[in-house]
């Protein structure tokens, strides 16, 4: 870690601790996201539950289009707790 901070400071780039609201908007942020996330894997159980006996093919492409969903929640989630930790928002 020291070598990392060393490297940092040669190449001007600084570091600041986050405040408390940054730390708060950040909490709360990674709380929504969590939820929404939770709620796409209730919903793709319930989906999965009516494909029981559907095309191989079908089930994949509800798989995949949950998975999809996911992931774009998890990168909004990181993209806006990243803006929070620049001060951005």
């Not at 492409?61 to 001060?87: M, Q, T, Y």
Request: net charge positive; aromatic share 2%.
């Amino acid at each position: 870690m020291e070598r990392l901070r060393k490297k940092d400071a040669e190449e001007g780039v600084t570091t600041r601790p986050m405040t408390d609201q940054q730390k708060s908007a950040i909490a709360e942020l990674r709380s929504l996201y969590d939820s929404k996330i939770a709620e796409q894997e209730i919903l793709q159980q319930s989906a999965m539950k009516h494909l029981l006996n559907a095309d191989p093919a079908e089930v994949e492409e509800v798989s995949r289009r949950f998975r999809r969903e996911r992931e774009r929640l998890a990168s909004e989630r990181d993209a806006k707790v990243e803006r929070i930790r620049r001060g951005e928002g």
